[in-house]
């Protein structure tokens, strides 16, 4: 009698909520202890102090009995390793298959490092007792986010719109007249000087209401989370403010979750006027963006959420033997010496390239769609602007929201035309020009394939 009422009970909840779009969201802490390493940038630091709390957001949807899931983390971003043993994790705790999972990070460069697998890992000391403390808790974090969220799943409407953040972005890759080579983050420009290329003011907001009561919003907008600078103190950076004050004026109880767009050469220094703004300016002026969209959020028709993915082979760049043994040489002393940010970066480079020759590079590109108007597209990298803004503008999605750094990080992929005109992004970048544009050509087939079915 017992198990029959209880089977009763178990169809009702089904009848019940059948054929309802529904959504939980949850956030739990995953803010480091002091010494643990840091990344961002080419040299050791370890944390020491908290300006802000880190967190792992996520937000589940469901429908029809599919689930999906996006997790962002307040870290320099994602790597495969960490990214399959959290979706291991989340299948066998939460019933949540793994390619239904997309993990991404927000860039802040006041976050914990995560293992590269290359001299990196040496340099930023990331595979000290502190640093694997730390990162081997991440897939159980990860997965905890989701296990709470999945527990939250409740009916909702989902709104979307656009809102516009102008003047905060800045492309950082400056052209001279009559010099071929970009200039990487000057301090100001000169009137010979001009953007090597645009930045996207888009600010993308989808929320999530149950009843009159907004519980989950996904955010996204395209910029370098580089505003706390390279000190040693955690912070979520300016996505930490930005999603706090949306929650803070739209619902206490709203879980706002930021993925960052397509920002590799976006960061917020104004070079015209040599101004940096501060962490809580950006966050601030993000969020009145936010306030100027809210009124005009659409809703839009749900459906059970359609998932694809593929996994891309990208091509490693080659290197002469003259910068192979420049990279040797320089390597022999880079964890006493300091050479210089670009010269760092391009010797990791060739040193990893050379270390991994013969094994293929892979990117994973993921599509989530939940509506004929709404889609996220999922890219593993420190992604050119200019890609973001081909792919958001040849999408069949009015609204679709690139996650970058997401499920695994090949490092910087810029854009054909940034490559013979050199500097840190070039030098530092895995793959073989063209390869960005693979990306978005994969990233738009798998968006006709969602939008068709």
Known sequence: MASRLLSALFLATISLHAGDFR?????????????TPLGGYYRFRGSAGVLDPLYAKTIVMEKDGVHAAIVVLDLSGTVRPIVAAARKAIQEQCGIEGDHVLISGTHTHTGPQQPRESMMDDI???????GLSYTSSLPGWIADSVKQAKARLAPVKASAAIGRAEGISFNRRILREGQKEAIWQPQKLTPQDRPAGPVDPDVGVLVF???????ASLLNFAMHPTSV?????ISADYPGVFTRLVSERHGAEMISVFANGCCGNINHNDYVNGKRRSTLELGTALADAVDAAWPQLKPVETFAPRIRSEQVTLTRRSFTEAQIAKAKDMAANMLTKNFGTVPMAETVCILETLDKKDKPLLAEVQVIAISDEVAIVALPGEIFVELGLALKKASPFKHTFIAELANGSIGYVPNQ???????????????????????????LKLLGEVKKR
């Open 209 to 215: 209401d149950a009843g009159d009561k907004p519980v």
């Open 229 to 233: 600078g390279g000190g040693v103190k």
């Open 124 to 130: 930023t000391k990331v595979n000290s007792p502190a």
């Open 23 to 35: 959504v939980g969201a949850a956030r739990v802490d995953i803010t480091p202890k002091d010494g």
């Open 417 to 443: 035309e940034a490559w013979p005109q050199g500097n840190y992004e070039i030098v530092s970048a895995r793959c073989e020009a063209g390869s960005g544009e693979k990306l978005v050509e994969v990233a």
